[in-house]
């Protein structure tokens, strides 16, 4: 259906486009805050853009990403130093909380130690779920490198 397009939308494309400067983007941007479907509306605009970059052809650089994609031994290579990384984390991890309730530090250094490395997880935590609950509006995500 051919109908002219609303204020709303016309924003979010000068606004996709780098074109809302001052307060009419500080006005947008709270007016994306309380509209979700906006944000998303914006994405997909960014999303055709990237799209439009991308039907230019490959780069020289690009077909060698592809080339190192299908190489078994590069593949194989990444698939075992992080099992590797990911076993002596883990281990390490382990190690050092069992050396540090069995050590004879006092329990205030005992509770430190442990609330940083508690803290370092929470961090990762909290970033992992940010990542997952922005990755909708990510307009690259079905863009090809």
Not at 68 to 90: E, K, N, Y
Not at 96 to 103: G, M, N, P, T
Request: hydrophobic share 40%; net charge neutral.
């Amino acid at each position: 259906m051919n109908r002219e397009p609303t204020k709303e939308q016309l924003d979010a494309m000068a606004y996709a486009d780098g074109e809302l400067e001052g307060p009419a983007r500080r006005e947008f941007e709270d007016l994306m805050a309380t509209r979700p479907d906006l944000g998303r509306e914006v994405t997909r605009l960014k999303r055709l853009e990237l799209l439009a970059r991308q039907a230019a052809g490959p780069e020289p650089m690009d077909g060698e990403w592809v080339r190192l994609a299908g190489d078994s031994l590069h593949r194989g290579g990444l698939g075992v130093s992080l099992g590797l990384m990911c076993l002596g984390a883990s281990g390490l991890s382990l190690w050092a909380a069992f050396e540090l309730v069995r050590s004879d530090l006092p329990l205030l250094s005992k509770v430190f130690l442990g609330g940083l490395c508690g803290g370092a997880l929470l961090l990762l935590c909290v970033t992992v779920r940010a990542r997952l609950r922005t990755l909708p509006f990510d307009p690259y995500t079905e863009i090809k490198r």
